[in-house]
């Protein structure tokens, strides 16, 4: 089972650059989520998805953008990568909502560093 | 606010050692309480999730427990193996947060052979 993938598992990107951040998952999951990680602080919510074609903000939005085109890929756009954007980005993806008691599974990250 | 505070930041244990990490989280009640497990380089995985109305979770050698009174949760792990070294994080589903869960910062648990 791979679960959740997340690619690429490292990236550098100069100011101003953009990207995008590929997770899929393979557990026909309805929710997936996008978090960032800072060093010391809890994981934040930057977008999430109850399903295909429903996209909503978390936390920390600005500067990102998200699709769900399908149920199984949910990307994540950086368009004007800035110095505050470095983090560990991770991909979750649950059977159910938060207040269920489903856990989310996590990728393994995507660790960016903006230059 | 919604906050989840977690202690100690790090905590080094030898091997074959109990441990109890700590979480106090500000509102009550709540819909649940999640602990999980990172390993460096890697995503969280899930140990226990609770409810409100539960008092402790176990998933072998972790037991979670939970004190409405202290409004704090505990994670004892019993009988450390070197595999134990990674971060643990406590995750509170507040029931005014909609899909959202607060992170605490994680504990460091390093165990030494």
């Known amino acids: 089972n791979a679960g959740v993938t997340q690619t690429p598992k490292f990236r550098i990107l100069k100011i101003g650059q953009s990207m995008t951040l590929q997770c899929t998952q393979d557990m026909n999951h309805n929710y997936m989520y996008w978090y960032r990680q800072d060093p010391g602080m809890g994981l934040k919510l930057i977008y999430y998805?109850?399903?295909?074609?429903?996209?909503d903000k978390g936390e920390v939005p600005n500067g990102y953008n998200v699709s769900r085109s399908t149920t199984e890929d949910f990307p994540l756009r950086l368009e004007l990568a800035a110095p505050s954007q470095t983090s560990v980005y991770f991909c979750?993806?649950?059977?159910?909502?938060?207040?269920?008691?489903?856990?989310?599974?996590f990728g393994d990250g995507t660790r960016l560093s903006i230059l | 606010k919604n906050q989840v505070e977690q202690s100690p930041q790090s905590l080094i244990i030898l091997e074959g050692k109990n441990c109890t990490l700590q979480?106090?989280?500000?509102?009550?009640?709540?819909?649940?309480l999640r602990w999980y497990k990172q390993d460096t380089g890697r995503g969280p995985v899930s140990l226990t999730i609770m409810t409100f109305s539960e008092n402790t979770k176990s998933n072998g050698r972790y037991t979670a427990t939970l004190d409405a009174d202290t409004k704090q949760s505990s994670l004892h792990i019993t009988a450390s193996q070197l595999s134990d070294s990674a971060s643990y994080i406590c995750v509170v589903r507040y029931n005014n947060a909609g899909n959202m869960l607060t992170f605490g910062g994680g504990t460091r648990l390093m165990v030494k052979p």
């Open positions: 998805s109850v399903g295909a074609g429903i996209t």
């Open positions: 979480c106090n989280y500000t509102v009550s009640p709540f819909s649940n």
């Open positions: 979750a993806s649950s059977s159910r909502g938060g207040t269920s008691n489903q856990p989310q599974h």
